[in-house]
């Protein structure tokens, strides 16, 4: 599966309808953001049962905002509409594809027993 444009209109309905969406927070100027560029779109293929997107911060200034993305790159991955990874910096090749097995092999009702656990707390 190629790479799919998220924007403020499409964004929500991307990740509400998908198990497993990975997004690219990028801009069409940075240096580091073009070279992973062909990796993020690389792993797209191998990836068919993973929705990949990509958000350009700066025609996308509302939604990098919402995220408080401030530094590009940016990945984030969302499992079952959960946030599971958020971190700036352009990931080679091998470690992009040891975050997508290790995202895979979560156990989402882990997860969410955690959060459910963490909010009760708070």
């Known amino acids: ?49 993973i929705v990949f997107g990509k958000v350009n911060t700066e025609d996308e200034q509302e939604l990098a905002s919402y995220f408080q993305i401030r530094s590009i790159p940016t990945l984030m991955v969302f499992r079952e509409k959960v946030i599971i990874y958020s971190q700036p910096g352009m990931l080679p090749a091998n470690a992009f594809e040891d975050l997508i097995s290790r995202a895979k092999e979560l156990d989402m009702e882990q997860v969410r027993k955690d959060i459910a656990e963490q909010e009760s707390q708070a």
Request: hydrophobic share 40%; proline share 6%; charged share 20%.
């Open 1 to 49: 599966m190629a790479t799919v444009e998220l924007t403020k209109e499409n964004f929500q309905d991307v990740v509400s309808k998908n198990d497993f969406v990975i997004i690219d927070f990028w801009a069409p100027w940075c240096g580091p953001c073009r070279n992973f560029a062909p990796i993020y779109e690389a792993s797209s293929e191998q990836h068919a049962d």
